[in-house]
């Protein structure tokens, strides 16, 4: 698999009142489905808005796909190529043109449907967008609104709040882009219609050179599709942390008896009294190594579930992670 680095962030802030985003550092490869999880207001949506140049940083830098030249790019069916560029192109054109080129190669999915007007429909919205993105796949866009049974000639003021998500999926996914930047993308969406976006979204990676950075608070769609997680708490990024070894690095030990002091055993995160008593470490090892030592055995150890792992993760950040 490519390791291509598609996003460098560094020192990344914003300032609002008295919450400060950041400074944000990461960096992420293509190829992956990185899941940023954090809690309401923790500054998730701001990030987005900073990476797609809605909203303006204080300071720091960031790039997409540093080390990538302009791509070659082709024109929607049915229209000639564009132009040549000037000979006498100044640098900083070609430097504004380059930018240009890059983000026509990342869709933005934001959590509440943006465009102008709501008296629009889908295909108003197709209309509007398609001539900016040379890579647009009008026979993806047609797929995908016949797929999840849309009118794209209805008003987007009497649709409810899932079809304006469908409706923002179908128009990211038919820019055919290199990286989809999603926020919240099923919040709203029926069972049957979710379903349908995680087998989009799997279709999508399928092809090794695609990225995906996704903020969502439904364990199944982390489990389902992250490769790396991130942790957003308090303004600050923490990771990205590969999920599987996130998870066998968190578990859940029993043991019949503790200890006096059994908050102090190595990685300890959390202790449970009960019938047996329940231990959460996040340096297993050395826990069991620790009650070995103090005659103490462990009667059953398991992975912890999804969402408690979150909570342990955010709750201990830092601590010898």
């Not at 069916?77 to 380059?98: C, D, I, K, L």
């Not at 007007?117 to 040379?134: E, K, T, Y």
């Not at 999840?148 to 055919?176: C, E, H, N, P, V």
Request: charged share 25%; net charge negative; proline share 7%.
């Amino acid at each position: 698999m490519s390791e291509q680095t598609v996003l460098e962030v560094k020192n990344l802030a914003k300032l609002y009142g008295e919450f400060q985003l950041g400074p944000v550092s990461m960096m992420l490869e293509e190829g992956y489905v990185y899941v940023i999880m954090g809690r309401n207001g923790s500054g998730k949506t701001t990030l987005f808005r900073m990476l797609n140049a809605i909203v303006q940083p204080e300071r720091g830098m960031l790039e997409w796909f540093p080390a990538a030249a302009a791509p070659v790019t082709e024109a929607p069916s049915g229209q000639n190529s564009r132009p040549a560029a000037p000979e006498n192109r100044t640098p900083a054109s070609a430097e504004v043109e380059t930018l240009r080129e890059k983000r026509r190669r990342i869709a933005y999915m934001p959590d509440e449907l943006d465009i102008p007007d709501l008296g629009w429909s889908l295909r108003d919205w197709r209309d509007a967008v398609f001539p900016f993105f040379p890579a647009w796949d009008d026979a993806c866009y047609r797929r995908l609104v016949g797929r999840y049974g849309l009118d794209d000639r209805k008003a987007m003021r009497k649709s409810s709040k899932g079809t304006k998500k469908l409706a923002a999926f179908i128009i990211a996914l038919s820019q055919s882009p290199r990286v989809l930047v999603l926020d919240e993308p099923s919040a709203g969406l029926d069972p049957f219609s979710w379903k349908m976006m995680l087998e989009d979204l799997s279709a999508f990676m399928s092809a090794g050179d695609k990225t995906i950075l996704m903020a969502t608070h439904i364990i199944e769609e982390i489990r389902r599709l992250g490769d790396y997680l991130l942790f957003l708490e308090n303004g600050k990024v923490h990771g990205p942390f590969e999920k599987d070894a996130l998870s066998e690095s968190w578990r859940t030990l029993w043991v019949s008896e503790l200890p006096a002091s059994a908050e102090a055993l190595p990685g300890a995160a959390a202790v449970e009294k009960g019938t047996p008593h329940r231990l959460v470490t996040r340096s297993p090892g050395a826990t069991r190594e620790a009650l070995e030592k103090l005659g103490i055995a462990v009667t059953d150890e398991r992975p912890l579930e999804w969402d408690e792992l979150f909570w342990h993760v955010v709750r201990n950040k830092g601590k010898d992670m």
